[in-house]
């Protein structure tokens, strides 16, 4: 089992950065691949980002693709999601997730994180 923390939410103006970090305990950092996922208002929680067990092959929805960044640190045992070229439409609860098989991953991971706001002023 794994417990995921997350921190660096915030409010940021249309076209700022964000950088929201996830401190994850418990079983082996190692095991498990790491993202993230955000709920907007009135909407269904989306997939957002996604990182390997090694670090590579970051995989991101569309509709941040070009703009946000994660990477995963083992020595620190986090995951990051940098975000730059805010837009309003990225406001939402952001989580961080985990799941020890990639194919599960993106259809609902087994541990959650509690979510960090984020809000994005036009």
């Known amino acids: 089992q794994v417990q995921l923390v997350e921190s660096g939410g915030g409010l940021v103006q249309a076209g700022g950065s964000l950088r929201l970090s996830c401190a994850a305990s418990?079983?082996?950092?190692?095991?498990?691949?790491l993202g993230w996922f955000r709920q907007a208002p009135g909407k269904e929680r989306e997939f957002v980002a996604v990182?390997?067990?090694?670090?590579?092959?970051?995989y991101y929805a569309d509709s941040v693709k070009g703009r946000f960044t994660i990477s995963r640190d083992a020595a620190k045992n986090t995951v990051d999601l940098q975000m730059n070229s805010l837009k309003p439409e990225d406001t939402a609860v952001y989580y961080c997730?985990?799941?020890?098989?990639?194919?599960?991953?993106?259809?609902?991971?087994?541990?959650w994180g509690q979510g960090t706001q984020v809000t994005v002023s036009s």
């Open positions: 990182i390997s067990r090694s670090g590579g092959d970051p």
């Open positions: 418990g079983r082996t950092f190692r095991s498990y691949v």
């Open positions: 997730a985990a799941d020890s098989s990639l194919g599960v991953f993106r259809r609902g991971p087994a541990y």
